[in-house]
């Protein structure tokens, strides 16, 4: 796994052809804003992002060299307010349950409708986003949330019609829906111990979803192989949702 640094574009640059020598295929992507580049002068540049034209030298490279952007947890992840907590406790127990809760789960919201919104995944149609361990549940709420932004969407009690965020053609000129650039270019992985695939995996295209374990982590189970063969037999899933499910990622990697 490359590791780059998006306040170094040319550094990363190098870095991601050095390693792709040395036969990596994949390369760490950060789930919040680029911050930390001073400007002229020693101002602080505003936060950047990912989706910005300074990192466009990147995703470019990203294709030519055959490499996969992975967003994980542990890097630079988006963080909450925290203002949250000042409670009036004299621990941080609330703060790290709210992290929890909610920081994982906004930051690969964010980043995937940026991919989608600002373009990136249309001008880099070769280029393959994976996020790891940030679970699943989230997912069928961002893609339906962001089919309903473009076109028009019907109240559900008295029929009658809500403008939409976006109009095709007009604010929305990409010529893909946004759960179809989904579909062709990100993967998302469970923990199988503590994200159940059946209720996830019926409501979003199941190609999107992909094996990992993140063994020998507790959440990733010594079996999860097993356990994943378990939740998909719960779900009826037949032999070619299987074979792509565990080795899709792969496939788009060439390993």
């Known amino acids: ?94 703060f790290s349950l709210l992290s929890m809760i909610a920081g994982g789960q906004t930051a690969p919201q964010l980043l995937i409708a940026a991919l989608v919104y600002d373009g990136l995944l249309e001008r880099h149609p070769k280029l393959n986003v994976v996020i790891e361990e940030v679970g699943i549940d989230w997912l069928p709420y961002v893609l339906s949330a962001m089919e309903a932004s473009i076109g028009h969407t019907t109240l559900p009690r008295d029929d009658e019609f809500r403008p939409s965020h976006l109009s095709v053609g007009d604010t929305y000129t990409l010529p893909l829906t946004p759960t179809e650039y989904v579909q062709r270019q990100v993967r998302v992985t469970p923990l199988p111990a503590s994200n159940p695939i059946g209720r996830v995996i019926a409501n979003v295209p199941p190609e999107v979803l992909c094996f990992s374990s993140d063994y ?23 032999d070619a949702l299987r074979a792509a499910f565990f080795s899709d990622v792969g496939d788009l990697l060439g390993v």
């Open 1 to 94: 796994m490359t590791q780059i640094d998006l306040t170094d574009v040319e550094w990363s640059l190098a870095e991601m052809e050095r390693m792709r020598a040395l036969g990596s295929k994949a390369f760490v992507l950060p789930e919040a804003p680029v911050t930390g580049a001073r400007a002229e002068g020693g101002g602080r540049v505003l936060a950047r992002s990912i989706s910005h034209p300074d990192f466009e030298p990147i995703w470019d490279a990203a294709e030519d060299l055959g490499m996969a952007a992975f967003a994980h947890v542990g890097f630079a992840r988006e963080r909450i307010n925290p203002g949250w907590a000042n409670n009036g406790a004299e621990d941080m127990k609330t």
């Open 216 to 238: 020998p982590h507790v959440e990733g189970s010594a079996s999860a192989v097993e356990l994943c063969e378990r939740q998909l037999a719960d779900v009826h899933a037949d």
